[in-house]
């Protein structure tokens, strides 16, 4: 399955799926003063950035190291897509990365696993790998859907207050349902590569 930038950003905003975690960043910055939220926001997205490029980079080496195909990382990456999806549709609430309110959150929950989770590690690894030499175009995809995320997180008590908690749970499905076709082309392409392309 063959990606253009605009595909790319799309597949990695739902991956990341920043406006389904409104209730997590609303519950982690309770503990967070005021006036170090924004500081905190855009330290954590810079780490996930971080940890997201280095995947990015290092997809082929570590296809290699690890000795896997395109096919069966193609298949597993649907997969997991596919149980991230499921959670979506299904989630009914709860801040499940929610954080001591006398600590400020350093990496975990909110750079890793929030953001830069297995999903979206694994989705990284997924474009530069199918289609190296245009990294750059995925750099920038990336780059695009983690301002977003960012842009949601400073935001975020904000976008609830104004579009209410019931459409933030509608949205967060709605994105559920696109990334499941999302997930299910990628197993069958996986598939179909492994059965009629072996080479």
């Not at 195909?69 to 979506?88: C, H, N, P, Q, T």
């Not at 175009?137 to 842009?151: N, Q």
């Not at 400073?154 to 459409?167: P, Y």
């Amino acid at each position: 399955m063959d990606h253009t930038f605009v595909s790319a950003f799309v597949l990695l905003l739902l991956v990341l799926d920043p406006f389904g975690s409104l209730p997590i960043f609303i519950s982690v910055f309770k503990g967070v003063a005021p006036e170090r939220r924004t500081r905190v926001a855009i330290r954590e997205v810079l780490i996930a950035f971080g940890v997201l490029l280095a995947f990015m980079f290092m997809g082929e080496g570590f296809l290699r190291v690890m000795h896997l195909s395109e096919r069966s990382l193609e298949v597993a990456g649907g997969v997991i897509l596919m149980i991230i999806a499921i959670r979506m549709i299904f989630a009914t609430g709860g801040d499940i990365y929610a954080s001591d309110e006398a600590k400020e959150p350093l990496i975990f929950p909110l750079a890793v696993p929030l953001l830069a989770g297995p999903s979206a590690m694994v989705t990284v690894l997924l474009l530069a790998s199918r289609q190296p030499e245009r990294v750059m175009e995925w750099v920038g995809a990336l780059t695009l859907a983690m301002l977003v995320c960012g842009a949601v997180m400073l935001l975020a008590e904000h976008i609830r207050r104004w579009i209410g908690t019931q459409m933030v749970n509608a949205i967060e499905k709605l994105m559920g349902l696109v990334l499941t076709a999302i997930a299910t082309e990628m197993v069958l392409a996986g598939l179909k590569r492994y059965f009629f392309d072996p080479s």
